[in-house]
Structure formats: structure tokens, C-alpha cells
């Protein structure tokens, strides 16, 4: 649990941290299945890239580890109101067993306004050597398999019903421990495969 007031105080990027995650994290989901690299620092990586973007007008959710505590310092670091699930416009999962029922409820927009539409991060063991899923559509030569470790195979079918959509849907980030954050937007196919 996070008891520490001065980290609460302290906990927002410098400016060039926060260009370095905006910059990847960009990246990431222009060139879907591709690893890119978050800057190092004292948070758990799967944070940063709500520390970077949220702001006063973006409502976020978080969903913690059991015994942990880092909503205050989101909270504190970047001004944004914390909201239900289903009315965040950033979705952080630090919990990987919740991260299919994140998912399910992040909020996809409409056609009308699909820049509302969630962006979920969802930490991972690891952005390689899983269960792999074929990635096609725009940013991908071709197709790419992309191999999570640590996330559950669930997360793809719900996917596919919160991007059927389009333009509406939901984008997401997963990011490992060591600060590989890699996109698969809404307008990418994932497709489950067998290695």
C-alpha cells in the first residue's frame, strides 16, 4: 500500500518524461504490435502513460493490485477526476484478472464523437512470448503476430464486440514491467491463433 504523502505530492512527470511516453505511446498506436520504449521511473510502467496524458477535463479509472494504492497518486499527479469504469476516457489495469472485465465496460464512444472512446492500458508480464494473436489493418505491413504473456485470451473476443463499431471503440496499450508498451487500436483485427 502507498503510504508515502511526498510521493503523492511529487508524483507528476517532468515535461520531458511525459513527451518521451506521449511520443511512444503515439507510436504504439500508429504502428499496432510493435514494441516502444516508456522512459524509466519510479511507478510502475503501466501508469505512465495515464501520468502523461490525463488532465483536468479527462475523467480516469484505475484499477489496482490487491494491497495497493496508486489512484491519490494519480489522482494528485494529473488532476483528472477519477470515474466509474464505463466514464473514463483513460482505463489504467494493473490487475491483469481484471483486465477482460475492464475491457468490457470501458466506454467505446459513438459515431458521432469516437475520440470518447477508452483508451485501456493493461500491464502484462511481459509484450512477448504469450499466446499469440494475428494483428492486421492500417500501421501493419502486412500482418504482424503479436504475443503477449500474462493476459487473458478473453480479452480479444470482448474486443471484438466493443470495436464493431467503427469509428467507435476502444484502443489499447499493454505495457510490461520493463517499459515495452505496445498498441492495438480500434482500427486494427486481432485475430487468435495457435502457435
Known amino acids: 500500500m502507498i503510504t508515502d504523502t511526498a510521493a503523492v505530492r511529487g508524483a507528476a512527470l517532468d515535461a520531458v518524461a511525459a513527451q518521451r511516453v506521449y511520443r511512444s505511446a503515439l507510436e504504439a498506436l500508429s504502428r499496432p504490435g510493435t514494441v516502444h520504449p516508456l522512459p524509466p521511473s519510479g511507478y510502475p510502467a503501466a501508469l505512465l502513460p495515464v501520468l502523461a496524458l490525463a488532465d483536468l477535463d479527462t475523467g480516469t479509472h484505475l484499477v489496482d493490485l490487491p494491497g495497493d494504492a496508486w489512484e491519490p497518486i494519480v489522482e494528485v499527479a494529473t488532476g483528472a477526476p477519477v470515474v466509474e469504469v464505463h466514464a473514463a476516457r483513460y482505463v489504467t489495469v494493473l490487475d491483469p484478472a481484471a483486465a477482460a472485465d475492464a475491457v468490457a ?41 503479436f504475443a503477449p ?10 474486443r471484438e464486440g466493443r470495436v464493431a463499431d467503427f469509428p467507435a471503440g476502444i484502443d489499447l496499450l499493454f505495457v510490461d514491467p520493463d517499459g515495452g508498451i505496445v498498441g492495438v487500436p480500434r482500427t486494427t483485427t486481432a485475430t487468435t491463433t495457435t502457435r
Do not use: C, K, N, Q
Open 149 to 158: 504473456r500474462g493476459v487473458d485470451p478473453a480479452i480479444w473476443t470482448i
Open 105 to 145: 465496460h470501458a466506454h467505446p464512444g459513438s459515431a458521432a464523437s469516437p475520440e470518447s472512446g477508452a483508451t485501456v492500458v493493461i500491464a502484462v508480464e511481459s509484450v512477448v512470448g504469450g499466446d499469440p494473436v494475428l494483428l492486421t489493418g492500417p500501421g501493419v505491413a502486412g500482418e504482424l503476430l
